[in-house]
Nanobody
Framework: QVQLVESGGGSVQAGGSLRLSCLVFGYGYSMYCMGWFRQAPGKEREAVAS???????TYADSVKGRFTISKDNAKNTLYLQMNSLNPEDTAMYYCAARPWYGSCYSRGEIDYWGQGTQVTVSS
């Protein structure tokens, strides 16, 4: 079965940076799209960024200019470079993927989820 495994989360001070990684296991083909979502306690899971099969990215307004999503198809790995982090970025970050045509910026269209990696940003 398909398994997404995130890593790279941790605790940083405001203004710091983190790079999240998501490895795809059990799938020998390229996903149509992949993305990152986050969920803070008491909040809905929200899309952070997604990347299509053509490499085109989509970002939430709250992270534009600070986060960069990228992928390495040869390594079946998705990345999220997070710069200028602030306390509002504190959340569990989830890797997401969809093997067929659709949106990886929409929760309802995600087929596979990682278990999450915690990002905590202190003031």
């Amino acid at each position: 079965q398909v398994q997404l495994v995130e890593s790279g989360g941790g605790s940083v001070q405001a203004g710091g940076s983190l790079r999240l990684s998501c490895l795809v296991f059990g799938y020998g083909y390229s996903m149509y799209c992949m993305g990152w979502f986050r969920q803070a306690p008491g909040k809905e899971r929200e899309a952070v960024a997604s990347i299509g099969s053509d490499g085109s990215p989509t970002y939430a307004d709250s992270v534009k200019g600070r986060f960069t999503i990228s992928k390495d198809n040869a390594k079946n790995t998705l990345y999220l470079q997070m710069n200028s982090l602030n306390p509002e970025d504190t959340a569990m970050y989830y890797c997401a993927a969809r093997p067929w045509y659709g949106s990886c910026y929409s929760r309802g269209e995600i087929d596979y989820w990682g278990q999450g990696t915690q990002v905590t940003v202190s003031s």
